[in-house]
């Protein structure tokens, strides 16, 4: 079985830019959700999506918005791009949710404001 | 929301010796505690989790207690080795459709 695949693995993009990421999910997961991950703050939950609705959020400002497709895989938008928002954004998958079950990661996207 | 604190935040130990992580929640509700593995440059993984209604799981070198009185949760794990070294995540859930509030993890670094 296939794993969580991120793409792209890295960008580079400059303030004010917008940037979308892409999530694939394990085959057969319906449950999405994106962290961001910086050096001493731990992973962040951003959002969670489960068959096309989003079902939770987190503390993050509305310039960070994302969306599920009708084959689960999704994506992730960030408009108008600040240096703070440097980091790895880590897309985790699982059948139903990770309030009780495993959580599998993708490898991330390394994004990099300047 | 849930609030998980982590301690500490580094951990240097040496090959062989034990090594415990604690990790304290803020939501009473919360039953499900799992702990991830982050090797450098790698996604983190599922290492080993615990519910509410145990107070403790092994799984070989790798053990997790939890007090749900005090609202703690620890990892312990045994004769350490050099692969062991990496980033340990404790997290906290309410379970169902809930999501994860993660700790802001512990680095574990074991020398030879």
């Known amino acids: 079985k296939a794993g969580v695949t991120q793409t792209p693995r890295y960008l580079i993009k400059t303030r004010g830019q917008q940037v979308t990421l892409s999530c694939s999910p394990i085959s057969g997961h319906r449950s999405v959700s994106w962290y961001q991950q910086t050096p001493g703050q731990g992973l962040q939950f951003l959002f969670e999506?489960?068959?096309?609705?989003?079902?939770n959020k987190g503390n993050f400002p509305g310039r960070f918005s994302g969306r599920q497709f009708s084959n689960s895989r999704s994506e992730m938008n960030v408009s108008t791009l600040e240096l703070g928002d440097s980091a790895l954004y880590l897309c985790?998958?699982?059948?139903?949710?990770?309030?009780?079950?495993?959580?599998?990661f993708g490898q991330g996207t390394r994004l990099t404001v300047v | 929301g849930e609030n998980v604190e982590q301690h500490p935040s580094t951990l240097s130990v040496q090959e062989g010796d034990s090594a415990v992580i604690k990790c304290t929640y803020s939501d009473s509700a919360s039953n499900y505690f799992p702990w991830y593995k982050q090797e450098l440059g790698k996604r983190p993984q599922l290492i080993i989790d615990i519910r509410s209604n145990v107070g403790e799981k092994k799984d070989q070198r790798i053990a997790v207690t939890l007090n749900k009185t005090a609202k703690h949760f620890s990892l312990h794990i045994t004769e350490t080795q050099p692969e062991d070294s990496a980033v340990y995540f404790c997290a906290a859930s309410k379970g169902g459709y809930s999501t994860l509030t993660f700790g802001k993890g512990t680095m574990l670094l074991v020398s030879p």
């Open positions: 985790a998958s699982s059948l139903q949710g990770h309030g009780n079950t495993e959580a599998f």
């Open positions: 999506y489960f068959s096309e609705t989003q079902r």
